[in-house]
């Protein structure tokens, strides 16, 4: 399990602060207090701080019950602090992780907030998922200390986590989430250049422009090309990335795969215009299909069953030695 002592000294004994408790704000506290650290939870909206406690008791029954955390629930829950104004969660933080809406006006504001409210040496992190930190985070005295620490949802069953600097982002700052993210069981991945989307998200966008386009087309249903990641490229995926993959499944490696199959890729590329928006009939299609596969009712029961498999797999993945 996680060694909580190098990130206890890291964050010289201070709590962590949580801005908005929506999902994945609630899921970043289990990442936090799983590891031993303090955290204050607040967002704007009370009812959401509210509802958040008792989806994080619940998931963290799940984890113990898949052998995920060694403490009892009840004790990484009481790490957790929920707070009823900005002020008193970001008083005295190491970190700040920010999880507010997507919309560069709300961050800003945030921000701006945070300038007046955040000790000299508190590293801000933000949760966004595409928008870079130039667009919300710069001008400001905070702004050496501000990032962007990107999650999957949830942050707590899923790893990876991006790590983007802003043009006024220090290296210390950089630095500091990095040691950071891995104190507490992340898989840090660092962007190097801002683009948006970052890379997580490109990589998906590529891949749902294509999905839309094949059911658009007539050529698959949405439930075959679910089936064919699913029980197909997932497969793989769970544990290797595209360039391992068809570095495996060429005779010479990488580059004879490149040679035996890049003129097909670049024909399937140049074979595809991915200019227009998703087409509202599409769009309208696709939710009809989903929705005979899964009522709007059964969406949260839904969510609770993968969170149970990615518990599984991620039980599975721990009991595995890592590679070398």
Request: proline residues 6%; negative net charge; aromatic residues 6%.
């Amino acid at each position: 399990m996680i060694d909580t002592l190098d990130i206890e000294a890291l964050c010289a004994g201070r709590h962590v602060a949580i801005v908005g408790a929506g999902l994945v704000g609630a899921g970043w506290a289990i990442v936090f207090a799983r590891a031993g650290l303090n955290v204050r939870m607040f967002d704007a909206n009370a009812d959401i701080t509210r509802r958040a406690v008792p989806l994080i008791e619940a998931q963290l029954e799940g984890l113990r019950r898949h052998g995920l955390i060694d403490e009892a629930p009840a004790t990484v829950l009481s790490r957790i602090t929920p707070v009823a104004t900005l002020p008193e969660a970001v008083d005295g933080a190491a970190y700040v992780q920010e999880s507010v809406l997507e919309r560069v006006d709300v961050k800003r504001q945030l921000m701006v907030e945070l300038d007046a409210l955040a000790a000299p040496d508190t590293v801000v992190g933000s949760s966004t998922s595409g928008i870079p930190g130039s667009a919300f985070a710069l001008g400001l005295s905070i702004s050496p200390r501000v990032l962007i620490a990107h999650p999957v949802n949830p942050p707590y069953l899923v790893p990876v986590v991006e790590l983007v600097p802003s043009p006024e982002t220090a290296a210390r700052t950089v630095e500091f989430a990095d040691a950071l993210m891995r104190g507490v069981g992340q898989v840090v991945v660092h962007v190097r250049k801002e683009v948006e989307g970052f890379v997580l998200n490109r990589l998906q966008a590529v891949l749902l422009r294509e999905a839309w386009a094949l059911v658009e087309e007539g050529v698959a249903s949405c439930e075959d090309v679910d089936k064919t990641i699913r029980d197909g490229l997932g497969w793989r995926w769970s544990f290797m990335g595209p360039f391992e993959t068809i570095d495996l499944n060429a005779p010479g490696g990488v580059a004879d795969y490149a040679v035996r199959l890049g003129p097909l890729y670049q024909r399937i590329a140049q074979s595809r215009g991915h200019d227009a928006p998703w087409d509202v009939d599409l769009i309208r299609q696709v939710e009809s299909h989903r929705r005979e596969r899964l009522s709007q009712a059964d969406l949260e029961a839904r969510r609770a069953w993968r969170d149970e498999r990615l518990m599984e797999f991620a039980a599975s993945r721990l009991a595995q030695a890592p590679p070398v």
